[in-house]
């Protein structure tokens, strides 16, 4: 997409929320908020936590790719997309549930147990070298086989769809002062800026990024997207260049993205498994990380968090245990 094309409107943005919001009520779960005393004790902060890790197929991915789902072509009978794992799983499950073929072209560094979830839904995965220009190259291929494109995050019906998360936490909490999500390829954190819009325009929106992979905060410090960023980080979710789309919203809409390290994700990880025994990924984790990392910012605050998935190579850790 030419980064000089029209872009949608505020009301234009607001209707496709709603619409989303609408689309997916009796197809998405409505994930609980979850507390922790010792975690908002910790934090300094009021920390509500929207527990995406209990969406289906383990990851809010699974909102976007319904939505996007919801409007194809009449006819379509195969889908497309590059995934690191949440959004290829989310798609197989949402093609299974239509009746429709999934092939997912993902790194060969995946995680295995997001190429079995994608393959346990009846997905096709398509393998490619674990960078962002052979994933594009090979995702585009399976668009000329004829093969209809639902791209993981530079996509309206993905954004709106991942958007419906903030619209929910939103309304399931008591005022909010702060929404914070982890970004990538920015799908989660730029519908969390449109759902912010749309229903309470005073909350301040912020994000979180590996330091290892900090091609977001480098496009907005910058004010072009960087995407030559070098990725190295445990965030396997996070890995991703950020999508043209997304990167606008972000311009227009975000306070801050925070930077943390794999140190203190790996931190923030085992601190949210002990105080909430909630299992989370590492990508997941950014979002407390960036608040133990940047205590000033968060003092005090009603922070609304979206932990994002909890799709855990669960072999390793008990592996670990033995």
């Not at 995702?139 to 000329?144: D, Y």
């Not at 925070?258 to 979002?287: F, G, N, Y």
């Amino acid at each position: 997409m030419s980064e000089q094309a029209h872009w949608p409107t505020a009301a234009e943005h607001d209707a496709g929320v709603h619409a989303a919001v609408a689309q997916l009520r009796d197809r998405v779960h409505v994930t609980p908020i979850m507390r922790s005393a010792s975690l908002d004790r910790l934090l300094g902060c009021t920390a509500l936590f929207k527990c995406e890790q209990l969406q289906r197929t383990g990851a809010f991915k699974y909102r976007g790719a319904s939505n996007a789902l919801a409007s194809l072509p009449p006819g379509t009978t195969s889908v497309c997309t590059h995934s690191s794992g949440n959004h290829g799983a989310a798609l197989a499950a949402a093609a299974l549930a239509l009746g429709i073929d999934a092939h997912i072209v993902m790194p060969e560094n995946a995680v295995p147990t997001k190429v079995n979830a994608v393959r346990a839904y009846q997905g096709t995965v398509h393998f490619c070298a674990p960078t962002q220009q052979a994933r594009e190259q090979a995702f585009a291929a399976l668009q000329v086989q004829g093969h209809h494109a639902v791209p993981p995050y530079d996509d309206w019906r993905v954004i709106y769809g991942q958007a419906t998360a903030s619209v929910e936490l939103i309304e399931q909490t008591d005022g909010l002062d702060m929404l914070l999500a982890p970004v990538g390829g920015g799908g989660l954190i730029s519908g969390a800026c449109l759902a912010v819009q749309a229903v309470q325009a005073d909350i301040r929106v912020l994000a979180a990024e590996p330091e290892g992979a900090a091609d977001a905060h480098a496009s907005l410090l910058a004010g072009r997207r960087i995407v030559d960023q070098p990725v190295d980080t445990i965030a396997d979710g996070l890995r991703a260049t950020i999508g043209v789309r997304n990167f606008h919203v972000l311009q227009q809409q975000l306070e801050s993205v925070l930077l943390v390290s794999d140190d203190e994700i790996l931190q923030a990880t085992e601190r949210v498994w002990r105080h909430m025994k909630q299992l989370i990924e590492p990508s997941c984790a950014t979002v407390v990380a960036a608040i133990t990392r940047y205590p000033e910012l968060f003092a005090g605050q009603r922070v609304g968090i979206i932990l994002s998935g909890g799709n855990v190579d669960t072999s390793k850790l008990l592996a670990a245990l033995r």
